[in-house]
């Protein structure tokens, strides 16, 4: 049920997203049609997936272990901060691996931030120095 | 097009040094993915396209088919002797394998998946080579009303074969179109869905959206439900060779399902699982000891095996010569082609011959680098299964955002990256297919530019749609699959109030 009204906003945010586009005149069809038949196409389905879920087919959802979610995503969150803040990828690449994995039922933080720390270093240099890729850089990346 | 000479060249291209690195490191990585469970080769490909952007295109395009074929061989691993398959196409190989494994006939099990693999793997290969010119003659004549229907078919049977409820495919499918959306629109130039934000103004990364749906969605469900199962490895005991008798009854199955899974594959339908069902539905019945069935026989496990590689390769030949993608793998591949700015189709046959048959005739390299690798040393493989899964996830959590964040250096992106997570995790949880997602992303922007570009053509013309006969028979086969789905219940329906 909810999740019908989740897709029925977004159906809504599709079409509402139509009026600010302008229409230019070109043969055949504008950039407005297909916002306009994807959007009425998922404002239907929406109704649809909301039949069902009141009819009752949707299938048993099996309990969910709440406050594993909550350490990966804790994890991604820190990650944000800390490449926001320029602490750089290594230390958040630490946080995000110790995060996961306590959201698997680790509980060593110490080792598994060592590992994660590890990890990001072979990693930021296979990136960054192999394959040439540009990854966010901190007080730890400049020393390599 | 000659097909043996191209084929010949191709031989030349796959077998450089470079090259064959390239397709071992793939079946290498393809094999380790096949074999943990959660992780497949369309995730591979994902978390491997913004590590392989600045790489030669035909060394990484060799390297995601050796990933894709590479899976298919790990899933079956641990469809035998764990009885869980390492990706959806195994399914069936768990029925018959793992209970050949308990039997303590988990040798001759691999051994028939493994070979039967290899000679469907090369049928099949061959398959692709002799098609794909054929189809690309026809591509030719497609003009864009044809492909835009093309199109509208794939993107039906892919909403309808991918998941078992036709709401919940086609709502995964345009959820993918709306996210195909997002950006400047190729025509008029003007921003759509980008609320002001200029990250967005490109439209979304595919990888961004497949690491997300795959790699953080798969974390999170499996992370979510990780006390409610565990698993047990069955040891292999016994011989790992194939004793005569082993070999006569698997032989046939080979053939049958590789005459299953190829033309499956090769269909806009596409799906490796129907094929493997049906491969094993005609083994059980023409066996000759319908007894064991359900107890191990191993013709249930020679038919499936086959057959799954022999759709992998058919899957190739839409992908080539149309670029429509099939499977969630073959998407990947083609944002693998995308990012190199190819276009699989039939002018890639004619303006890069060198990477589209050196790709096909690494196919065949591939699959003897696979029956080498799997066979004697499949007990190394199933050590793989010894790496605690916090650390294995965590791992590849940190690779998912590490890609992201490389291609696109921009935090953004990992906001995106972590919303996309969420998604994936609430459609596992409520039975959303994926790939269809994927799949609507890559593939709507290019029906909306066919279909836009056909209306330009016959000045907004509609009836330019229905006129190419392609074009009609196209349309009306898309009408029927979106229709047939809620005829076929509804009869159902009303045959169980007549009873």
Known sequence: ??????LLALAGVVLWDLNRLELTSVY????????????GALALLAIANGVNAWRGITPVREPVDTPALLWILGGLAALIVLVASGAGFIPATAVLFAATAAGFGRRAL??????GAVLGIVTYLVFAKLLALTLPVGPIERLF | MDTLPALAHGLAVATQPMNLLFAFIGVLLGTAVGVLPGIGPALTVALLLPVTFKLDPAGSLIMFAGIYYGGMYGGSTTAILINTPGESASLVTALEGNKMAKAGRGGPALATAAIGSFVAGSIATLGIAFLAPWLVELAIQFGPEDYFALMCLAFVTVAATFGDSPVRGLTSLFLGL????VGIDRLTGQARLTFGVPELLDGIEVTTLAVGLFAIGEALYVAGRRKHHREELVPVRGSLWMTKADWARSWKAWLRGTAFGFPIGALPAGGAEVPTFLSYATE??????PEEFGHGAIEGVAGPEAANNASAAGTMVPLLTLGLPTSATAAMMLAGFQQYGLNPGPLLFAERPDLVWGLIASLFIANAMLVVLNLPLVGLWVRLLRIPQPWLYAGIVVFATMGTIAARPSLVEIVVLSVFGVAGFLMRQFDYPIAPVVIGLILGPVAESQLRRALSISLGDPLVLVQSPIAATLLGLTALALIAPFVLRGLQRFRMQED
Do not use: C, F, N, Q
């Open chain 1, 1 to 6: 049920m909810a999740l019908a009204g989740i």
């Open chain 2, 284 to 289: 059980r019945r023409l066996s000759r000891h």
């Open chain 1, 28 to 39: 055949g069809l504008g950039p407005k049609a297909m916002p306009l038949v994807t959007g």
């Open chain 2, 178 to 181: 709306v996210l195909g959306l």
């Open chain 1, 110 to 115: 110490a080792t598994d931030l060592a590992i």
